[in-house]
């Protein structure tokens, strides 16, 4: 895939990017991650329904790695693959704190953050996801941490973007995991509170497979019933890889056309959509299914921009960078209190201390008593034909009022002009 995303770097206040990259297992850089200062477990989806972009997070926490290394402090990755498997994630995660590991980056979806508690829990482990949203698990004192607001500031920027698009209706669907329906049922009472008609959910299975057919035909005949495109009703859709088999397949339904699509964060800058041309031309076609990601503040763009080159990529992805700056917050808990990564609950106040004001690449990051992040900027991306190719840009921005404000403000630029 190749664009020019020069315009947009120059257009936006806040950025994050879409990548495809290989898997790299192990403890990254050649470090041994028994001789290592810190030990890091690394709970990543690199081969199921979120593989593209926890790959990206792979090489991202690896390059953390390398730059911890002019803070003196040698850290040992250990890279689990957890297949987007919420039972297999907590088996990794106990491999690990079986060979001694007390420290988490990952896992990335809600579903799998929240198998892994349990597991965390027992061990006074601590665990720091980069891109688990789900609400119901912003539990005060426990093992989770998250680099990402929930579901509601999500949600909040989302609902903000379909009322200025001035739409009267929203067809809402979903896979059925934790996340993506925690995600649902946060947009429906806001764009309620904001006079947009939520209609009867649709929800897939996590199982669900390839063929898309007969949801596409439901969510069709939900847009008619509704009242149509003509009449200011859109679709928002929550999921992970499997949403560009289901665009794919709403080409085959006439009720969906020309009707505006909106996307979760799991949707964002996905791979799947903008490299086959059935999910791409759709995509397009529906305003180019606008969806969050993690914003990079314009201060912090040229160290976002930094952090990619050395991966061998050209853009940031704000979640990855989430990732980063945990590994980072890590890194410098080590060195405030060289017991970190023991276990326990000194652990989890040594980062919430480390983290608190922390200036990382995706801004200034302030938690809740949960050990959540209270708010953050979106980009919003969506696919634009340009030049003859599908890609995403960023098309708009949400910024809140400050670190720890819940609500913000909505700015929308649209796709690049040829």
């Known amino acids: 895939m190749k664009c020019d995303y020069r315009s947009v770097l120059c257009a936006l206040v806040s950025i994050s990017s879409l990548v495809l990259v290989g898997c790299n297992f192990g403890g990254g850089g050649g470090e041994d991650p028994v001789d ?177 057919r007969g949801v596409a035909q439901s969510v069709g005949d939900a847009v008619a019933a509704a009242g149509g495109a003509s009449n200011g009703v859109g679709v928002y859709v929550a999921g992970f890889d499997e949403v560009a088999d289901l665009l794919a397949d709403a080409n085959g339904v006439p009720s969906l056309q020309g009707v505006p699509f909106f996307g979760s964060d799991g949707v964002s800058q996905n791979p799947n959509i903008v490299t086959s041309a059935g999910p791409a031309f759709f995509a397009a076609d529906a305003d180019g299914v606008p969806s969050p990601n993690l914003g990079i503040p314009a201060d912090k763009l040229g160290e976002a921009q930094r952090i990619m080159s050395a991966t061998g990529q050209t853009m940031p992805d704000g979640f990855a960078l989430a990732a980063y700056d945990a590994v980072m917050i890590m890194a410098n808990a080590y060195i405030s209190d060289p017991s970190f990564g023991s276990g326990g609950v000194q652990d989890r106040s040594a980062f919430a201390r480390t983290a608190n004001g922390y200036s990382g690449v995706t801004g200034t990051i302030q938690l809740n008593s949960a050990g959540d992040r209270i708010s953050s900027a979106y980009t919003f991306w969506a696919v634009c034909y340009q030049s003859g190719l599908h890609n995403w840009y960023g098309v708009g921005s949400w910024t809140p009022a400050s670190p720890a404000s819940t609500k913000g403000s909505i700015a929308v630029s649209g796709c690049p002009v040829s």
């Open 36 to 212: 290592a200062d810190l030990r890091i477990g690394a709970l990543l989806d690199l081969s199921g329904d979120a593989s593209g972009s926890d790959q990206f997070v792979e090489q991202v926490i690896f390059q953390a790695q390398e730059d911890a290394k002019a803070l003196g402090v040698t850290l040992g990755i250990e890279v689990r693959d957890t297949g987007g498997s919420p039972t297999q994630a907590a088996q990794e995660m106990q491999a690990l704190i079986d060979k001694g590991v007390r420290v988490f980056v990952g896992p990335s979806s809600s579903s799998e953050a929240q198998a892994v508690l349990p597991v965390a829990n027992a061990a006074g482990a601590l665990v720091v996801s980069e891109s688990s949203t789900a609400q119901s698990l912003a539990i005060p004192n426990d093992a989770l941490y998250r680099m990402c607001p929930t579901s509601l500031v999500e949600v909040q920027a989302t609902s903000d973007l379909i009322r200025e698009q001035g739409l009267r209706a929203i067809v809402t669907v979903n896979r059925s995991d934790v996340g993506n329906t925690e995600l649902v049922s946060a947009l429906r009472p806001k764009l309620s509170a904001a006079g947009i008609m939520p209609q009867p959910p649709i929800v897939y299975a996590t199982d669900h497979g390839t063929d898309f």
